[in-house]
């Protein structure tokens, strides 16, 4: 079956530097998304991404945030200098559609900021 | 009141139990409604989408109530690898594909 994968599994980056998060979703899929969870709370939706722009973000996704479709098989997430409080669980998603099509995540990134 | 509300539980229950979670949803323009199955430090898996006839798949079963914002998961005869925490997951009325999601509910079930 078809999955979502994400790249590092764990990234460890001191605060104030970049970091590239990276997801290749599921190959016929045509919406992206990107979302974190903060340890021990709830699943945060942060941006989704069609047709090479983004199609909402919500008020996490700053301008320190953004992300990139760079060919046709990644997508990316980079924090342009990161603070401590964007340690968190990091997970891409994708779908064929935005209807009612379910979303399929990949199995996420582990990002630690020191 | 939160977009998407969960009992966190945790509930805790034998093997062959039956057990239910609630959820309510704060937007009545919501369109779709899933669950989805979380273990410990992994990602999100769906479980099954809810729709208003409501729907079975095994041992699981949904209901989706429109009028009352209300959203359940039953779960019969339950085994120990059903323990997980369940997150009631909800489709913003934007046609973007933004999932709200709730805290989740955990289970264990225990031998």
């Known amino acids: 079956e078809p999955e979502v994968t994400q790249t590092p599994s764990h990234q460890v980056t001191q605060m104030g530097q970049e970091v590239i998060l990276r997801c290749v979703p599921i190959?016929?899929?045509?919406?992206f998304y990107w979302y974190r969870q903060i340890l021990g709370q709830k699943v945060e939706f942060l941006v989704s991404?069609?047709?090479?722009?983004?199609?909402?973000k919500s008020e996490i996704f700053d301008d320190q945030f953004s992300v990139e479709r760079p060919d046709g098989s990644n997508f990316t997430l980079k924090i342009r200098s990161t603070k401590l409080e964007d340690s968190a669980m990091y997970f891409c998603?994708?779908?064929?559609?935005?209807?009612?099509?379910?979303?399929?995540f990949g199995d996420g990134t582990r990002l630690s900021i020191l | 009141r939160k977009e998407v509300e969960q009992d966190p539980g945790p509930f805790n229950v034998p093997e062959g139990a039956t057990v239910a979670f609630n959820c309510t949803y704060s937007?009545?323009?919501?369109?779709?409604f899933f669950w989805y199955r979380q273990d410990c430090r992994k990602e999100p898996k769906l479980l099954m989408s809810v729709y208003s006839s409501g729907n079975e798949d095994g041992r699981f079963t949904a209901q989706l109530n429109r009028a009352s914002q209300y959203i359940s998961l039953l779960i019969r005869d339950s085994k120990l690898s059903d323990s997980a925490t369940y997150l009631c997951v909800v489709k913003g009325s934007s046609n973007t594909g933004k999932l709200i999601f709730g805290q989740g509910t955990t289970l264990q079930v225990k031998p």
């Open positions: 998603a994708s779908s064929p559609l935005s209807g009612n099509q379910p979303q399929h």
């Open positions: 190959s016929n899929h045509l919406y």
């Open positions: 937007n009545s323009a919501s369109q779709s």
């Open positions: 991404f069609y047709n090479n722009e983004i199609s909402e």
